[in-house]
């Protein structure tokens, strides 16, 4: 199931624009108010460009906060909008009813509370088909075995969230499964603590905790009792950033099964890198892996595997075939024999049909309403974005100070942020060089961003309205369903994540690492 992007709730562009949710209180929306015109008041500028674009959006702000502030003004915005205001309708005999006015208002309350329960699972899942063409060729079956595995994480607080998941594993000749909790608690914004139950193959309690030690260092520590035969196993994790793309790890773990990884990623634009060796009490083992974007939906990757139960080498690549599904196909050449791999991988924050790929034809109809769209909405495309041009400029030295006080102390910063239509974002940050059809339908945000990151580190975008509104921001695309991307660091990580039009963004999230 999924929602229309463009069947948002209607008459928010005033909180956006203030930066606020659409239930604030009046101390917040006159706090919000000051805030906003520390920046915009003509009387900070000099020179008369500035000082024309300050008036500009000092007045916006104003009528802003005018009808925020008053109660019979935002009671007939929240329903009829500026067009009810400019109307006159607060004149009308309708509106004369307070009563039921409130009670339209708690109706759409309740109908958003609704909306973000749904809003706050996240499921997601992959399904592994393992083939052998020896196997076959000798007559058995092609079919070696399958896996599945499930997780759905919810967000029950701000600093609270649950994960239930679990997974099945077959063969030729067994199968197994387990059911795994995990209740996540953000104890501050450096720190965490995570408690674990799994039961099944591996049936086990767990502890464990996670904080950021430097700008660059990361540490976690975790406990596992298993319940089938006591023992414990001990980890302790160390984390650091070694450039701006790459990281090392070093995993120590006591137990039955002691063992000591070190690992390194690097990850760019358009590709991946990852290389780890283990060892341990009874065995060793190291693998590598190169993955490389090869256009803004396929991929191609290269592994290998070498041990002392191991030896392998991986060639495959995938594509997207829908907004929240992957295929990918892998051969493996290794002592078992030629092994091939079908994965299918699903996940996302809703449930969808996935989209089926259609005919030149309709392809190329499709392409032609789109540009017949942006010929008429020409010209007011480049008035909005003039305006949000002109916006950014005012608040680029505060965006700056911002910035640099995070990174200071290894606080959130915002690297790159791209709003615009669904696939001019997707070829936007999945490409280094944005395809020329694409680059009206984007615009670059990271400065009203960086100025929204509060003095705690964090940066929050209200559910249910539109980010066209907010201050810096424009309809790129007017018509065409649209979506943000943030790239950000906090601490030694990388992290990135895409919402829709209308979908709450909360950061930094740990679910959000790259």
């Not at 990918?328 to 699903?346: A, C, D, F, N, V």
């Not at 990151?453 to 209200?462: A, E, M, P, R, T």
């Not at 559910?463 to 066209?468: D, E, L, P, Y």
């Amino acid at each position: 199931m999924t929602n229309d992007q463009n069947s948002g709730p209607a008459h928010r562009e005033l909180y956006a624009l203030l930066h606020i949710s659409p239930e604030a209180s009046d101390e917040e929306i006159r706090r919000a108010y000051r805030q906003w015109a520390q920046v915009y008041h003509p009387d900070k500028y000099q020179a008369p460009r500035m000082k024309e674009i300050a008036t500009e959006n000092f007045q916006r702000i104003c009528e802003a906060y005018e009808i925020l502030t008053d109660e019979n003004k935002r009671l007939i915005y929240d329903i009829y909008g500026m067009e009810g205001l400019k109307s006159g309708l607060e004149l009308g005999p309708k509106l004369n009813q307070v009563e039921k006015i409130k009670e339209e208002l708690e109706r759409l309350r309740r109908q958003r509370e609704q909306d973000n329960v749904t809003a706050h699972i996240q499921p997601s899942g992959s399904i592994l088909a393992t083939l052998s063409w020896p196997d076959f060729l000798d007559g058995d079956g092609i079919m070696q075995g399958m896996a599945m595995a499930s997780e759905v994480e919810s967000q029950i607080s701000k600093r609270n969230s649950l994960s239930i998941g679990g997974n099945l594993a077959v063969n030729e000749t067994a199968g197994g499964g387990a059911a795994v909790a995990v209740l996540r608690h953000q104890i501050s914004p450096v720190s965490s603590l995570e408690l674990m139950g799994s039961i099944g193959l591996q049936s086990l309690l767990g502890v464990q905790t996670s904080r950021q030690l430097s700008v660059h260092s990361t540490a976690r520590m975790g406990l596992a009792l298993s319940l089938k035969d006591g023992s414990i196993n001990l980890s302790n994790t160390w984390t650091r950033q070694l450039s701006e793309t790459a990281n090392g790890t070093i995993e120590l773990s006591l137990g039955p099964e002691s063992s000591i990884d070190i690992g390194w990623r690097r990850k760019a634009e358009n590709m991946a890198a990852s290389g780890a060796i283990k060892i341990g009490t009874s065995s060793f083992g190291a693998t590598a892996r190169y993955t490389h974007k090869l256009s803004s939906k396929s991929h191609g990757r290269i592994a290998g595997t070498v041990g002392s139960h191991a030896l392998a080498l991986e060639i495959g690549g995938g594509r997207k075939i829908s907004k929240f599904s992957t295929v990918r196909m892998l051969y493996s050449i290794g002592i078992q024999g030629i092994i091939w791999k079908l994965e299918l991988h699903r996940g996302g924050q809703k449930l969808i049909v996935p989209k089926f790929v259609l005919k030149p034809y309709f392809l190329k109809h499709e392409k032609q309403k789109a540009l017949e769209n942006m010929e008429k909405t020409q010209s007011q495309v480049q008035e909005a974005r003039a305006a949000a041009e002109k916006a950014q400029q005012l608040l680029q030295n505060v965006a700056s100070r911002k910035r640099n006080r995070q990174e200071e102390k290894g606080g959130l910063v915002v690297t790159k942020a791209l709003y615009g239509s669904l696939k001019a974002v997707s070829s936007s940050h999945n490409s280094e060089e944005m395809e020329h059809e694409w680059v009206s339908q984007v615009l670059d945000v990271t400065t009203p961003l960086n100025f929204l990151v509060d003095d705690s580190g964090q940066l929050k975008l209200h559910q249910g309205v539109k980010k066209s509104g907010i201050m810096g921001f424009c309809d790129p695309c007017p018509g065409e369903p649209k979506q943000l991307y943030v790239e950000y660091t906090y601490g030694s990580n990388i992290y990135e994540v895409t919402v829709d039009d209308y979908e709450e963004l909360l950061i930094p999230q740990r679910g959000h690492e790259v």
